[in-house]
């Protein structure tokens, strides 16, 4: 990795947050309605980041498959509690769908792509399960907050097509592709523009490290690839057991 | 021959149908009228297996929904909604549609007889090819029926068929029915005094029961009836 970052000094850090200071400022002035959401959540940042690099650091110095199975599931109760807030639907089954398609994705990004031979090599292994998890948290929850809603509102249309035999697939299939399309949408759009309008955060930070632009682009292409088929597995499976709860005895229940 | 037997519905708690014996057969166009929510459509819902019941619905001697599966019996005996929904495209894609599903497979899907339903409900062919969105409100109506008769139910469940056409097309309607009754089966869920004094059978709905008026009525003594049974 050649040379290593640049330490940010303490001072720089002050002068950060001295700046955050003046943004909240400017949003109190303008009368914006969301300076408390601001600084609530600079806070959290800071507080989470602070406590995670403590975290990180142990788990790197332990380093053992088992603290890395702890801290994943913490990870995935975290993430599957934040899916369940957002898109306010209730279901045990996003636990252990979050949980499997994180753990296998990260799995063969980790074994498979990147060859490496200790699987829970924590140094990877908590980072990259990170970007898996939260890019299907966020589709997730934008998947079964609308599958939800869809099916709320089409529930006559639904009976329609039960009448002439659909089966329960067949009579939701059009809102579970609307679903997965719109839960798709930012990977796909951040996968075209990539490269020219951003530099994704892991590709910044590997050059930022020193690493070479050409592997840190072969570790970007791997990781989107992998995110993707993250997104589509978890939403799907998501669905299809959301879809599930919402008939009994062949019976749709709104 | 189409029988409900030990027929209950409920809804939340409260027990809206409750009906021991009830036979149609084929060949009789049937009505049923009632006050509004005594549970006409719902009780055509559950007939239809669209909701939950208990007890037996019997399709000729032997088959019933114990060993006929929820799809099929949907198929057979057929619910047809008062406000009727399509998926997005034209009429004919919607036509088309239903035999895209798997349990349609082996059926086809014949235009000819579809647009022999058109002109009998005086529907121009070119309004297939329209988008469904810019139908009128009895083009869907009877866009919906149309949709319905090609699969070919055994009893077909209309839910106010007429409510949004005129008079003179609700005559076509009741015409139409009256032709494929002995094919299939009809039973028709409706305000309209004509309709109800048009239909062979009549039957009020009332106390839970499906009551059979085995006396001439007109218009005036419907209206009568459905005042009495209320509350």
Same mark, same amino acid.
């Given at each position: 990795? +050649?040379?290593?970052?640049k330490?940010?000094?303490?001072l720089s850090?002050?002068f950060? =947050?001295?700046?955050?200071?003046?943004?909240?400022?400017?949003?109190?002035v303008?009368n914006?309605?969301i300076v408390k959401d601001?600084?609530?959540?600079?806070?959290?940042?800071? /507080?989470q980041?602070f406590f995670?690099?403590i975290v990180l650091m =142990?788990?790197?110095?332990?380093?053992t498959?088992w603290?890395?199975?702890?801290f994943?599931?913490v990870?995935t109760?975290?993430?599957?509690h934040?899916i369940?807030?957002?898109?306010?639907?209730?279901?045990w089954?996003?636990y252990p769908?979050?949980?499997?398609?994180?753990?296998?994705m &990260?799995?063969?990004?980790?074994v498979?792509i990147?060859?490496n031979?200790i699987w829970y090599d924590?140094r990877?292994f908590? &980072?990259?399960?990170?970007m898996?998890?939260?890019?299907?948290?966020?589709?997730?929850?934008?998947?079964?907050e609308?599958?939800?809603?869809?099916?709320?509102e089409?529930?006559?249309?639904?009976e &329609?097509?039960?009448s002439?035999?659909?089966?329960?697939f067949?009579a939701v299939?059009?809102f579970?592709k609307r679903s997965?399309?719109?839960?798709? *949408?930012p990977?796909?759009?951040?996968?075209?523009?990539v490269?020219i /309008?951003?530099?994704?955060? *892991?590709?910044?930070?590997?050059?930022l490290?020193?690493a070479?632009?050409?592997?840190?682009?072969?570790?970007?292409?791997?990781? *989107?690839?992998?995110?993707?088929?993250s997104?589509?597995l978890?939403t799907?499976?998501?669905?299809?057991?959301?879809?599930n709860r919402?008939?009994?005895?062949?019976?749709?229940?709104? | 021959?189409?029988t409900?037997?030990?027929?209950?519905?409920?809804?939340?708690?409260d027990?809206?149908?409750d009906?021991?014996?009830?036979?149609?057969?084929?060949?009789?166009?049937?009505s049923i009228f009632g006050r509004?929510g005594? +549970?006409?459509s719902t009780?055509l819902?559950g007939i239809?297996?669209l909701?939950?019941?208990q007890?037996?619905i019997?399709?000729?001697?032997?088959?019933?929904?114990?060993?006929?599966n929820v799809?099929?019996?949907r198929k057979?005996i057929?619910?047809?909604r008062?406000e009727?929904r399509?998926?997005?495209?034209?009429?004919?894609d919607?036509?088309?549609?239903?035999?895209? $599903?798997n349990?349609?497979?082996?059926?086809?899907?014949?235009?000819?007889?579809a647009?022999?339903?058109?002109?009998?409900l005086?529907?121009e062919r070119e309004?297939?090819?329209k988008?469904?969105k810019n139908?009128?409100?009895?083009e869907?109506?009877?866009?919906s029926?149309i949709?319905?008769?090609i699969?070919?139910p055994?009893f077909?469940l209309?839910?106010?068929?007429?409510?949004?056409?005129?008079?003179?097309?609700e005559e076509?309607?009741i015409?139409l029915?009256?032709?494929?009754?002995?094919?299939?089966g009809?039973?028709?869920?409706s305000?309209?005094?004509?309709?109800i004094?048009n239909s062979?059978?009549?039957?009020l709905?009332s106390d839970?029961?499906?009551?059979? $008026?085995? =006396?001439?009525?007109?218009?005036?003594?419907?209206k009568?009836?459905?005042?009495e049974?209320? +509350?």
């Open positions: 990795m +050649g040379e290593s970052v330490d940010i000094s303490m850090m002050i950060l =947050y001295l700046l955050s200071g003046g943004l909240t400022l400017i949003l109190y303008l914006l309605g601001f600084l609530t959540s600079l806070l959290r940042m800071s /507080v980041l995670g690099s =142990y788990i790197f110095k332990i380093n498959y603290i890395v199975l702890i994943f599931t990870m109760i975290v993430a599957s934040t369940i807030k957002k898109s306010k639907v209730t279901g089954f996003i769908v979050i949980f499997i398609v994180s753990f296998t &990260t799995f063969m990004f980790q498979v990147v060859g031979t924590s990877y908590i &980072t990259i399960s990170g898996v998890m939260g890019n299907s948290m966020n589709a997730c929850a934008l998947a079964l609308r599958f939800n809603g869809e099916l709320k089409n529930g006559d249309l639904i &329609t097509l039960f002439f035999g659909a089966n329960n067949e299939s059009e579970f997965i399309r719109s839960a798709l *949408m990977i796909i759009t951040n996968m075209s523009s490269g /309008v951003f530099f994704p955060g *892991m590709m910044t930070g590997q050059i490290a020193g070479d632009p050409g592997n840190a682009v072969k570790y970007q292409i791997a990781i *989107m690839v992998t995110i993707a088929i997104v589509v978890s799907m499976l998501n669905l299809y057991f959301m879809m919402h008939f009994s005895k062949g019976i749709f229940k709104q | 021959m189409l409900i037997k030990n027929f209950k519905i409920f809804i939340n708690t027990k809206l149908i009906i021991e014996h009830f036979s149609f057969q084929k060949g009789f166009l049937y509004s005594i +549970g006409k009780l819902k239809g297996s909701i939950e019941y007890g037996e019997f399709f000729g001697d032997t088959i019933s929904n114990k060993n006929l799809r099929e019996m057979k057929h619910y047809v008062q009727p399509f998926l997005s495209g034209t009429g004919l919607n036509l088309k549609y239903i035999f895209k $599903l349990e349609n497979r082996n059926m086809r899907f014949d235009e000819d007889l647009y022999m339903f058109a002109d009998k005086n529907i309004l297939f090819y988008d469904v139908l009128s409100g009895g869907k109506q009877r866009l029926l949709r319905s008769l699969i070919q055994d077909i209309l839910d106010e068929p007429s409510s949004a056409l005129d008079i003179h097309t076509l309607l015409k029915l009256h032709e494929i009754k002995r094919e299939i009809v039973i028709v869920v305000h309209s005094t004509n309709f004094i062979d059978k009549k039957l709905l839970k029961k499906i009551n059979f $008026l085995d =006396y001439e009525v007109n218009e005036d003594l419907i009568k009836i459905i005042e049974h209320n +509350g």
